[in-house]
């Protein structure tokens, strides 16, 4: 089982947006929409191979993304978006076995 946390369980209605389509989440490079969502990554401590990141709600209400360094382009690309269309309750096709989200 491949784990992705999503934490930040008590935010109100999570972190919805008008602007935030599926299809602009998929198709806008993960630079632009990191920094339009005002969303930073950072490197995770946690190394282990079934982990894939987090969203992390810090006190002051932003929230960034802890992923794991050394991870391919794709796979950092594709679990970032993922991530932040749990997080802004985008609909979105969940990912395929072994990866689970699990909220903290």
Known sequence: ????????????????????SPSHLLDVPLPQLLAE???????????????FGAVVQRKSGELYLSMPPGRSELEHDTIARYLIAQAFEVALPQLAEPFVTTEI
């Not at 930040?8 to 008008?18: I, L, V």
């Not at 969502?37 to 401590?45: F, G, K």
């Open 1 to 20: 089982m491949h784990t992705l946390l999503r934490e930040a369980a008590d935010a109100p209605a999570r972190y919805a947006t008008p602007a935030l």
């Open 37 to 51: 969502l005002d969303v930073e990554i950072v490197a995770s401590s946690i190394t282990d191979a079934g982990f």
